[in-house]
């Protein structure tokens, strides 16, 4: 994936996003993250081509939890709402937004509390309440996904994650 951007995008920087992390540019980048349950919205508008995302971990802060100071892209309704605002901030012409969803699988260890779900659900609501329609999602299941964002055109390339097991020796020498 990542050769396959290099060649159709020669020179493009590459960033990578973290758990509560948000980039919104109009420069040209390919913005890579890893999801599980955590999920990803993407916003991306023609006419400016400016494009953002950010990357959460649950869909809601808890009103005592331990996350009580943490920071608003952690939440998919709070992350969804900052990168609204920096998106206006940027100029994008709001009206014209493209919004995606990514990301949301369920671990069989997670199946009590759904997270993944959970999290997608959150998107598609606070996304409908502000108006957004989705264009498209790439959502669910039971296995994690890599991302890359393309800011300047919105394009997402996705790859869904091995479950393979790769085992390293105790003492392996390749360090």
Same mark, same amino acid.
């Given at each position: 994936m990542f050769s396959r951007i290099q060649q159709k =995008?020669? $020179?493009? #920087?590459f960033a990578n996003l973290g758990i509560g992390e948000i980039c919104v540019s109009s420069l040209p980048l390919a913005v890579s993250t890893v999801l599980g349950s955590c999920v990803a919205v993407t916003m991306f508008c023609p006419v400016t081509r400016t494009g953002g995302l950010f990357h959460a971990l649950l869909p809601e802060r808890a009103p005592h939890g331990?996350?009580?100071d943490a920071e608003p892209c952690r939440f998919v309704d709070e992350g969804i709402r900052e990168l609204l605002r920096q998106m206006e901030r940027s100029g994008a012409d709001m009206p014209r937004l493209v919004c995606k969803i990514? $990301? @949301?699988a369920n671990a069989v260890f997670e199946e009590f =509390?759904?997270? @993944?779900?959970?999290?997608? *659900?959150?998107? #598609?609501?606070?996304?409908?309440? /502000?108006? #957004? !329609?989705?264009? !498209?999602?790439?959502? $669910? $299941?039971t296995r994690g996904r890599k991302l890359f964002f393309i800011t300047h055109t919105g394009e997402v390339f996705t790859?869904? +994650?091995?479950? *393979?097991?790769?085992? +390293?020796? /105790?003492?392996?020498?390749?360090?």
């Open positions: =995008y020669p $020179g493009i #920087r331990k996350l009580h990514f $990301g @949301g =509390y759904a997270v @993944g779900m959970r999290n997608v *659900d959150m998107a #598609r609501q606070v996304l409908a309440e /502000e108006h #957004r !329609s989705v264009q !498209s999602e790439d959502v $669910g $299941g790859k869904k +994650l091995s479950s *393979d097991v790769c085992f +390293l020796p /105790e003492g392996n020498a390749n360090r």
